[in-house]
Every structure is written in C-alpha cells, then in structure tokens.
C-alpha cells in the first residue's frame, strides 16, 4: 500500500482548534485532491491541486485551506471555522490531466472533543 | 449541475448469486467511468473502469457495461464471496477539470454466507 501516505491514523481536536493533516506520495503525480467522508455521503471534494503552487476550491471547500510548496506534499488544514469537522478524510493524487485512476491514501480520522 | 446517482444505497445478496449496481450521470462529454471498491476502514481502491470507446468490460467475476446513449453505467459481480462485502462507489469526470471525478454515494453490499 505505498506510495500516498497520510498522517496521523486518528486525530483529536478540541472545538476551537486548528489542526492539520498530512498528505504525501512518492508516485511523482502532478495532481491531488482532499476528500472529506460522512457515512451515506459518497467522497466529497474539499480541494484539489494540478501543479505545485497552484489549487483550486472544491465543493465544499469552507472552514478548509491548503497549501501546494512540493510536488510531494498537500497538506490539508482543518480551521475552527469548520463548523462540522468530525469525518474520515482521505487524500489522493493522479497523472494530471489524464482523466484516470485516483490513488488514495490510508484516510484520516478526525474527532472534535 | 453535474450529478453522478448512484443506485441501490444498500444491496444484500446470498454468496454466489450476482450483485448489479447502476451509476447514471449528467455530462454527455464523460469518457472515463471507474469503480472503487472500500473496505470497512479502508482506502478505496480500484477495481475496474471503463472507457467510452467501448460498451463493456470484463476482469473475472467482475464486469461493467456503458450506455452511453442512457447515460448511464453499471458494475456486475458475478458468484458473489463474503469477501466482497464492501462499499462501492462509481465515478465520473468533471466537467472542466482534468483528472478531477465526481463521486456517487455509494453501494454498501453485503454478501451472506
């Protein structure tokens, strides 16, 4: 299960926190994208990134920010202005542009106390 | 807008009978049709997709059919095990915006010994 990898497994946030989660790969794809998952809700996009420097909303993109410094790297920070942020969130990346498979990372599970 | 429905929500079958599940979608220029596959905790994964240059698609038990006159694409497993008991999901591009997917809400399929 290499190459895309997200840290930590579980994480616990008091409400009022920021917090941040991490996504990297080594499979040298240009795209990656954050999805947040709620149970009966499918996988929904948060944001995405198709080059390094660059990313772009998603559809339910509030109370979240990004950031794109490495080609290897997009983290994901969940801000206290997310007002349900309790979720599995899941990172993946693609070869940009090619309209093909998504590789996910393990998932993050986070918890507001 | 774009939409990608996802049917049933739930499906329970006995082990060696078939499973269908059927996904339409909005944008008639979609040419790119995968199907995931998330096991309890799990990353999702991809088992098959399927292209728009072709109606159908087989890798074992498990095959998908495009109509794309419909609008509409659907995964067939065949002798069901207990080992695929999982949550599906289908997908399909977004308008606009290369490599990025719009997700259904997934199939959770359960298979009863």
């Known amino acids: 299960d290499g190459g895309i990898t997200q840290s930590p497994k579980y994480l616990f946030r008091k409400e009022g926190q920021n917090v941040t989660l991490s996504c990297e790969q080594n499979l040298n794809h240009d795209a990656m994208y954050w999805y947040r998952q709620d149970p009966g809700q499918g996988l929904r996009l948060i944001y995405y990134?198709?080059?390094?420097?660059?990313?772009q909303k998603g559809d339910i993109a509030e109370g979240y920010s990004v950031s794109r410094e490495k080609k290897e790297s997009f983290p994901l920070t969940v801000t206290s202005a997310q007002k349900n942020p309790t979720a599995f969130y899941l990172c993946?990346?693609?070869?940009?542009?090619?309209?093909?498979?998504?590789?996910f990372g393990p998932g993050t599970r986070l918890t507001v106390l | 807008g774009e939409n990608v429905e996802q049917h049933p929500s739930t499906l329970s079958v006995q082990e060696g009978d078939s499973a269908v599940i059927k996904c339409t979608y909005s944008?008639?220029?979609?040419?790119?049709f995968p199907w995931y596959k998330q096991e309890l905790g799990k990353r999702p994964q991809l088992i098959i997709d399927?292209?728009?240059?072709?109606g159908e698609k087989k890798d074992q038990r498990i095959a998908v059919t495009l109509n794309k006159t419909a609008k509409h694409f659907s995964l067939h497993i065949t002798e069901t095990q207990p080992e695929d008991s999982a949550v599906y999901f289908c997908a399909a591009p977004r308008s606009g915006s290369q490599g990025n997917l719009i997700f259904g809400k997934g199939t959770k399929l359960s298979v009863k010994p």
């Open positions: 993946a990346s693609s070869l940009r542009g090619q309209g093909g498979e998504q590789f």
């Open positions: 944008d008639s220029a979609s040419n790119y």
């Open positions: 399927i292209r728009s240059n072709v």
């Open positions: 990134s198709q080059i390094v420097n660059d990313f």
